[in-house]
């Protein structure tokens, strides 16, 4: 299944991922990893920077290890069991965070993205990127664009960006 996920939302994620900036030389994270397409594709545009990808399942982080074997022992990729409500990473340590159909499952979603806040440094960007249809279905809070945004606010992100494509949707969120 974490593979048939990989190739399932690869084009939905390449699509939110083209509308930042990422430099070589970036610190990026995805959490909710699963089977580590995102972390490969981040990888290869992040050619002298670093890529962590998190996940609270230990399947999917076996199969992203799997994926991303080069990587790992190259140094460059790394990844973890680890939960978005506890990330355990120093504070402003990443440049770039993606969160691709991931959270709508998140048991805090406040608690998670204070974490991710707290890890991303000044001036870095969120990617939140999902399926309309999932966050409708799965979310009980913050189905609408305006209620997520003004969570985001509160956590402390200072400019949001909404980009849609049929049922996909990005949430940029810029720490200034």
Request: charged fraction near 30%; charge should be negative; hydrophobic fraction near 35%.
């Amino acid at each position: 299944m974490i593979k048939i996920w990989n190739r399932t939302f690869e084009d939905m994620s390449n699509w939110a991922i083209e509308k930042v900036d990422i430099a070589e030389s970036d610190y990026i994270l995805d959490v909710g990893c699963g089977g580590g397409q995102t972390v490969y594709n981040l990888a290869k545009k992040a050619k002298k920077g670093q890529v962590s990808g998190i996940d609270i399942s230990s399947e999917a982080v076996k199969s992203s290890i799997e994926k991303n074997k080069r990587e790992i022992e190259n140094g460059k990729v790394k990844i973890y069991e680890a939960d978005v409500a506890n990330l355990p990473f120093t504070s402003e340590y990443f440049d770039e965070i993606t969160a691709i159909q991931t959270h709508i499952y998140w048991d805090d979603l406040k608690k998670g993205l204070s974490e991710i806040y707290r890890v991303l440094k000044i001036h870095g960007q969120l990617l939140i990127v999902c399926e309309k249809d999932k966050i409708n279905y799965h979310m009980k809070s913050y189905k609408e664009n305006d209620e997520m945004k003004q969570l985001l606010f509160e956590i402390g992100f200072k400019k949001i960006t909404i980009n849609e494509s049929g049922n996909w949707i990005v949430f940029i969120c810029d720490k200034d």
